[in-house]
């Protein structure tokens, strides 16, 4: 299982993601770094985790500002790799963020306009796009009116836009080590899409979390609060980086 440290980063700092609500987030106190400045904080995640890939929720282009452009420039010069949530909106839209070179171009259903624009942004990026099935307390979240009512049939729709990346992420637990949540999803959509790459983040506890998410079949998490906390060790992460029975 690959572990993915999360920047959520508003004002141009590093914050704690609470449940989605965003008017409630502050700057990250955190035992790895007393620093709230993106670029210290990825510097600690690989210190501590040996991170030298990030995802990055630029939450105030979620919300409508323009992305973070240099800022991702700069911590892919500091050899980070990069999944971008910026609030894409539009096949168009996502250009930009690709042109700064990350890695992964996040497209959630919160934001996109509809399956229509996320074929189009599939077509110009390929595997580069990671569709974000965004939910809150389970219930598929954004403007549904061109997709499916129920988050298996959104997701269907979505590998058949031509996504090849699929991320399951509950904003209602984000923050809250709650647990995921969403295990008996995550079980169907790797059943339902097997040549498809699944990753799942929002409300991680600790290791057993990560252990039940990975016998889901998902193959990636996304961590914040629980790595800043110390819920998560380094030789916890070591242990789900392996291979399993050895191989």
Known sequence: MRIIPVLDVMGGVVVRGVGGRRHEYHPIVSRLTPACTPRE???????????????????????????????????????FALWVDAGVRD?????????????????????????????????????????????????PLGNLSAWRRDAQGIAAQAVAAGVRRLLVLDLLRVGEGSGFGTEKLCRALASDHPGVELAAGGGVRGVADLRRLRDCGVGT???????HDGTLRRQDLDELRAPLDGR
């Open 41 to 79: 904080v990825a510097a600690a995640f690989r210190e501590h985790f040996g991170s030298s890939v990030l995802y990055l929720a630029d939450l105030d282009a979620i919300t409508g500002a323009q992305p973070a452009l240099a800022l991702y420039e700069s911590l892919r010069r500091e050899g």
């Open 221 to 227: 998490a996304l961590v914040a609060s629980a790595l």
């Open 91 to 139: 096949a168009e839209g996502a250009q930009p963020i690709a042109a700064a070179g990350v890695e992964g171009i996040v497209i959630g259903l919160e934001t996109v306009a509809g399956p229509g624009e996320l074929a189009r942004a599939c077509g110009d990026l390929g595997s580069r796009v990671v569709f974000s099935l965004d939910l809150k307390g389970g219930e």
